[in-house]
């Protein structure tokens, strides 16, 4: 976490910059996520716009190819849109989308798989987008890359559902936060859920062979592979739904027993925050407030507080 004096006068809120056009930026939210719903890009991109000035720039791009939609079962004929082969190939080359992970939904049958997931993470996002706007911190739809793999070794990969970048401003300071994001929807069993504090575990301490080298040359320091995306290591938040509220306290119950069972685990704890919320809280009530219950046990807290 790094923290630097603010040189210019904070706004009200945080959205996205006008200077590209809109028609860019839906392309490239599409390419960032993967696919969102026509409400869902709205209030991403255009929040105090109407409906009809996301749905005109959307219905030509896919005039243009660029895109396409699938219609959401039982939803009123909610349209989830995504980019077509084309687009993706076009998006490859936006600045803001370089060292991004290359997986793109392109055709109907992909998006009705992973549809469910997809938006759902978006609508994660979107909780900590529109409380960012509310408090005018720094958090935009670019701040948020879905599917980040990290190595942890012996050929395995942690892949966090989403990797957040976020700025806290408060008075005079900047402060950067960071975190990887993991959504339960409740669709695997409660103890899987919990060893994926173990993959983290096994990346924050993680630190690769040094390669040997001729005996004239000093080896390459290993450190920890994390270093390599990370200044410091990111939270670890949990967020929790498609379940009642008493099986998802007993999935974060389970979450705190991994912490304090697992040796691992619960050194990574003492240094690196980790919490778990459930996802109407966050919309209800937004991140900042004290809806994430720590792993470490311990009062409900905001999540920059865990």
Do not use: C
Not at 57 to 71: C, D
Not at 145 to 167: F, K, L, Q, S
Not at 235 to 258: C, E, H, K, P, W
């Amino acid at each position: 976490m790094t923290a630097t004096a603010a040189t210019q006068t904070i706004p009200s809120g945080h959205t996205p910059s006008p200077i590209e056009p809109l028609s860019h930026q839906l392309l490239a939210a599409l390419a960032q996520h993967r696919i969102a719903t026509t409400t869902q890009l709205h209030d991403l991109l255009r929040p105090h716009a109407t409906r009809q000035a996301i749905s005109r720039p959307l219905n030509t791009l896919r005039r243009q190819g660029l895109v396409a939609h699938t219609v959401l079962p039982r939803s009123h004929r909610t349209r989830a849109w995504h980019l077509t082969p084309e687009g993706a190939r076009l998006t490859r080359d936006f600045p803001e989308m370089r060292g991004r992970p290359p997986y793109p939904i392109t055709s109907a049958t992909a998006a009705s798989l992973k549809t469910p997931h997809t938006l759902t993470v978006l609508r994660t996002h979107l909780a900590f987008v529109t409380d960012a706007r509310h408090r005018g911190d720094e958090h935009s739809h670019l701040d948020w890359t879905p599917e980040v793999a990290h190595a942890i070794g012996e050929g395995e990969r942690v892949v966090a559902d989403a990797v957040m970048h976020y700025t806290l401003i408060e008075a005079d300071q900047r402060t950067k936060l960071r975190a990887v994001v993991e959504v339960d929807r409740a669709t695997m069993s409660s103890e899987r859920l919990a060893t994926k504090l173990i993959d983290y575990a096994r990346l924050w301490s993680y630190e690769p062979q040094p390669l040997r080298r001729p005996r004239q040359q000093q080896p390459a320091a290993p450190g920890a592979v994390w270093l390599r995306w990370y200044p410091v290591f990111p939270r670890v938040l949990f967020v929790l739904t498609g379940a009642s509220r008493y099986v998802l306290g007993n999935r974060i119950s389970d979450l705190q027993a991994m912490v304090a069972e697992h040796p691992l685990v619960g050194t990574l704890a003492r240094q690196v925050p980790m919490g778990a919320a459930i996802l109407d809280d966050l919309e209800e009530h937004g991140p900042s407030a004290d809806v994430w219950v720590p792993l470490t046990d311990g009062k409900r807290r905001s999540w920059t507080q865990l």
